[in-house]
Structure formats: C-alpha cells, structure tokens
C-alpha cells in the first residue's frame, strides 16, 4: 500500500511538472527606435530578461513614426551597457547571453517606409538574417515582435513566397509567431492579407483615427495619455516610480529615458514570453502579464487601413477589480490588472544589476501539490493545495486563490455581488470551492482557469504564479 501511494504521488508531481514546464522561447526584435523614448525604455526591460528567451535579432526599423531612417546606433549603446552588467545578473540567475553575442545580432532593415521595403532588391540584412533565424533546425517557432513597423517580415515572407514551393512556405509560415504593437505601417495589414495562415498578435490600426486609444499594449501604462485607464495603479509607470526603481540602478539603468507619452508601449510584446508560471505563449487566450487576446476576425474600426479578411489573435475584454474599489471591465484590462506584478519584477531585476544575491529579492516559487490539469463535475467540491511553493530568500509568504474567468469556457453565474466564484480560504495554502451547479448557457462543460498568486515579503514584494485547469465533465 505505501509503494502505490508513493507511486501515484510522483505521478502526480510528474504530471506537475510536465503540464507547467515551457520551453525557452525563440525572439526576433523588431524595433523604430529613437522615433520617441519608449523603444529604449522597452530595450532595458527585455535585456534583464534575456534569459527567459533566446534572442535571435535585434533589428532597428522605420514605421510611420520614422520613416526614413533607422537608429541601429541605440541598439548598440543600450547592449553595451548591458554588456557591462550581465555578470552581475548571472549572479542571481542563468543563462544570460553575452555581450559579445547580443552585439552579434544586431541588424537593420532598409530606411524606407512601409511598402516601400517589401518586393524586388530590398532584402536588408535584417530580412535576411530572419529567414535564417525561421530556417534554424529548432523545433520551437520564432517570435517576431515588431515594435514599429514590421516590413522587414514582409519582406522575409515575398522572398521565401518568391523563391520557394508553396510546400515549403507553409512550413515557413508555421514555424513564425508575430505579435506587432498596433500597425505602425501599411505592410501590417498586408502580411495579414497575404498569408492569412500566419499566427498573429495585433490591435490591428493606426494611431490616426484613434487606433493607439483602443489597441490591448497601451494599458500598460497609458492612463492618461492613449488608453485613458480607469482603475490602474499610475503611481508604479509614473517617470518619479522609474526615476528611484529604474533610472538610478547603474549603467544599464542609466540608459532608461524619460517618456513623452507613456511608458514602455512596445513592453507588451515580450512581457507573455517570461516564465512567470501564469503567462503560457501558445495561448494567447489564457492571458499573463502581456495581456489576453482572443482568436477572430475584427470588424472594421474607423482606424484601420483595410478591413480584415481573416481571424488572428486580436483585443479581448477582462472584468478586473480596480484601486479605486470599482469594477472595470475592458481589453486595457487584460494588462493593467498584473501592472503592480511586473512592475515590482522589474525595479528587482534592475537591483539585480548592481546588488550581490544576498542584497537583492528573488522571486518565489509556486508550487501546488497536486497535478494543474483536473477533472470535476458540477456541484463537486474541488481540494486546492499550495503545500511546496517557498521562497529562495527565505522571506514568508502570500497567496492569493482566484478564478480567472474570461481564460476558461465555462461561464460561472456569480454567486456574490461581483464575484464570479467563491473560494473558500483564498489566502491561505490550502482553499477549495464547490462547482457551480448553474451556468449561462452552453451543455454544462468547459474549463475553469485557477491561479494561484504567490508573493512574498521581500522588497520589493514578487508574484509568481501556477495556472490550474479544471474540467468541467
């Protein structure tokens, strides 16, 4: 009898591990940096990540904002002073790659706006290292993050459609993700249009007509400026939080701008790419710290250039409870809601910088004792246990049971005045809750999205996370 309960104890530790555990994933950075500040701050953020992916380019761009010219120079500074620092953050954690590599992939694309890029003799040494980067024997697909414009993909995708069999441009198409900040040109729209096949991440429009106002990234941190946030916390992406937390913390910090309009705009990006436990980049659906998008075709808005003639993964809408007390539902939202989380996350990577391990915080581990995947049936209580989760610090410790609604499919009928769910002991180690018996609509099944938030009690104070998925039978 002990051998069996042992057995099934590390199936269920195996099951763990194997349903949380997600490959490093691949990145190509496509930037217009230096047409306003926030590129940059972007760039200082990404590089005290740069463990958490394999960086394949870094390539300066043009996009509507900068149209005939392209800063690879600011590339370069910001990697240098990098360079300088990456030391000491392999000190608090592995895996970061060099400076001497990072300064290896830096490219650019042609200084020509949009359209103009894409076709017969504009191959730029950025298209062309994309394609090697697409070509890798490596199983994971490449992200392509385009913080501009993103006509150096463009032209990547006409030279493989040119070149090659349609067989071997669908495999090409496969094995590339894009997710582009709003469209910053018109070949956006274009590589939708052309390879409707391509898994793609957009607030589709430009910033004329309003399209910046409405796009998921801007609430990041556009309270007062494009997304006119409700509810957010604008004390943590004010310039005076970034000046003592970001700003002061060495070289690297050092290389931190001001905003003009708002902070990190292109940050939305890469921020689902970090293993935080929560984000899952093959879902997109599911939500984490970049936001969640849901897979359809948009209507035609007034800010768009064309309508959109196929589904891809655009704005979805999240009911997320502000500190102003109220509820707010909207796709700035999907953002705005962890911004204290990432935020504090990264005040201590900068400290990481510049600290020895034992001056700075190091995020906690969550870790449920039980498999992430489970089956239920409706009016059945279900156990949740946070037993494991620790912090490498030795700090105490948090936790916060919640149901994250809008990532499953099985819609709850709220049982309490604006909660969708009642979790018995929420902040506590051990919870449980009971199935709801009624439900809007639909067959009785679906999914339920749990997330475990467990944050500790250094300083700053860091979250990371479990995401368990019950099956509603």
């Given at each position: 009898?002990?051998?069996?309960?042992?057995?099934?104890?590390?199936?269920?530790?195996?099951?763990?591990?194997?349903?949380?555990?997600?490959?490093?994933?691949?990145?190509?950075?496509?930037?217009?940096?230096?047409?306003?500040?926030?590129?940059?701050?972007?760039?200082?953020?990404?590089?005290?990540?740069?463990?958490?992916?394999?960086?394949?380019?870094?390539?300066?761009?043009?996009?509507?904002?900068?149209?005939?010219?392209?800063?690879?120079?600011?590339?370069?500074?910001?990697?240098?002073?990098?360079?300088?620092?990456?030391?000491?953050?392999?000190?608090?954690?592995?895996?970061?790659?060099?400076?001497?590599?990072?300064?290896?992939?830096?490219?650019?694309?042609?200084?020509?706006?949009?359209?103009?890029?894409?076709?017969?003799?504009?191959?730029?040494?950025?298209?062309?290292?994309?394609?090697?980067?697409?070509?890798?024997?490596?199983?994971?697909?490449?992200?392509?993050?385009?913080?501009?414009?993103?006509?150096?993909?463009?032209?990547?995708?006409?030279?493989?459609?040119?070149?090659?069999?349609?067989?071997?441009?669908?495999?090409?198409?496969?094995?590339?993700?894009?997710?582009?900040?709003?469209?910053?040109?018109?070949?956006?729209?274009?590589?939708?249009?052309?390879?409707?096949e391509l898994f793609y991440v957009a607030s589709p429009g430009f910033n004329a007509g309003g399209g910046y106002h409405h796009a998921t990234w801007s609430g990041i941190s556009g309270d007062f400026f494009h997304a006119r946030c409700d509810g957010a916390n604008a004390a943590v992406v004010s310039n005076e939080w970034l000046d003592k937390?970001?700003?002061?913390?060495?070289?690297?910090?050092?290389?931190?701008?001001?905003?003009?309009?708002?902070?990190?705009?292109?940050?939305?990006?890469?921020?689902?790419?970090?293993?935080?436990?929560?984000?899952?980049?093959?879902?997109?659906?599911?939500?984490?710290?970049?936001?969640?998008?849901?897979?359809?075709?948009?209507?035609?808005?007034?800010?768009?250039?064309?309508?959109?003639?196929?589904?891809?993964?655009?704005?979805?809408?999240?009911?997320?409870?502000?500190?102003?007390?109220?509820?707010?539902?909207?796709?700035?939202?999907?953002?705005?809601?962890?911004?204290?989380?990432?935020?504090?996350?990264?005040?201590?990577?900068?400290?990481?910088?510049?600290?020895?391990?034992?001056?700075?915080?190091?995020?906690?581990?969550?870790?449920?004792?039980?498999?992430?995947?489970?089956?239920?049936?409706?009016?059945?209580?279900?156990?949740?246990?946070?037993?494991?989760?620790?912090?490498?610090?030795?700090?105490?410790?948090?936790?916060?049971?919640?149901?994250?609604?809008?990532?499953?499919?099985?819609?709850?009928?709220?049982?309490?005045?604006?909660?969708?769910?009642?979790?018995?002991?929420?902040?506590?180690?051990?919870?449980?809750?009971?199935?709801?018996?009624?439900?809007?609509?639909?067959?009785?099944?679906?999914?339920?999205?749990?997330?475990?938030?467990?944050?500790?009690?250094?300083?700053?104070?860091?979250?990371?996370?479990?995401?368990?998925?019950?099956?509603?039978?």
């Amino acid at each position: 009898m002990k051998i069996i309960k042992l057995v099934v104890k590390l199936f269920i530790v195996l099951i763990t591990i194997t349903s949380t555990a997600q490959e490093k994933p691949r990145i190509f950075v496509l930037t217009d940096i230096e047409n306003e500040p926030d590129d940059a701050m972007s760039l200082v953020r990404f590089l005290v990540y740069a463990n958490q992916y394999d960086v394949e380019g870094l390539a300066a761009t043009t996009s509507i904002h900068q149209q005939h010219e392209v800063a690879t120079y600011r590339i370069k500074e910001i990697v240098d002073a990098y360079s300088k620092v990456r030391n000491n953050l392999e000190k608090h954690e592995s895996g970061f790659p060099t400076g001497d590599f990072m300064k290896s992939i830096i490219t650019e694309g042609l200084p020509e706006y949009g359209m103009k890029a894409v076709g017969a003799g504009k191959d730029s040494p950025a298209s062309e290292l994309l394609i090697k980067s697409v070509d890798k024997n490596d199983s994971r697909p490449l992200w392509v993050t385009a913080w501009g414009g993103p006509n150096v993909l463009g032209q990547a995708l006409w030279k493989v459609r040119e070149t090659r069999s349609k067989k071997e441009l669908a495999t090409f198409i496969s094995k590339i993700r894009v997710y582009t900040i709003s469209d910053q040109d018109d070949s956006g729209p274009w590589i939708r249009k052309e390879f409707p096949e391509l898994f793609y991440v957009a607030s589709p429009g430009f910033n004329a007509g309003g399209g910046y106002h409405h796009a998921t990234w801007s609430g990041i941190s556009g309270d007062f400026f494009h997304a006119r946030c409700d509810g957010a916390n604008a004390a943590v992406v004010s310039n005076e939080w970034l000046d003592k937390n970001v700003r002061t913390k060495g070289p690297l910090g050092a290389e931190y701008p001001l905003w003009e309009f708002l902070m990190e705009g292109d940050t939305p990006s890469f921020l689902n790419l970090i293993n935080n436990g929560l984000n899952n980049h093959d879902h997109p659906e599911w939500g984490g710290w970049g936001g969640r998008y849901e897979l359809y075709t948009p209507r035609m808005q007034k800010w768009f250039l064309h309508p959109e003639s196929r589904p891809f993964y655009s704005d979805a809408v999240d009911e997320v409870l502000g500190t102003d007390g109220r509820w707010h539902s909207g796709n700035h939202e999907t953002i705005w809601r962890w911004r204290e989380a990432f935020q504090n996350d990264f005040s201590a990577r900068m400290d990481w910088t510049i600290k020895e391990k034992n001056e700075a915080n190091h995020a906690p581990i969550a870790k449920v004792a039980h498999a992430t995947k489970l089956s239920a049936k409706k009016g059945e209580k279900v156990l949740l246990s946070a037993k494991g989760s620790s912090d490498p610090d030795g700090d105490a410790i948090s936790y916060n049971w919640f149901l994250y609604e809008e990532a499953g499919t099985f819609s709850v009928s709220s049982a309490r005045s604006g909660q969708p769910l009642e979790i018995h002991n929420f902040d506590q180690s051990e919870a449980w809750f009971t199935v709801p018996t009624s439900r809007l609509g639909g067959d009785g099944t679906g999914t339920m999205h749990i997330i475990l938030a467990v944050t500790d009690h250094g300083a700053p104070r860091l979250t990371r996370y479990q995401r368990i998925i019950v099956n509603i039978e």
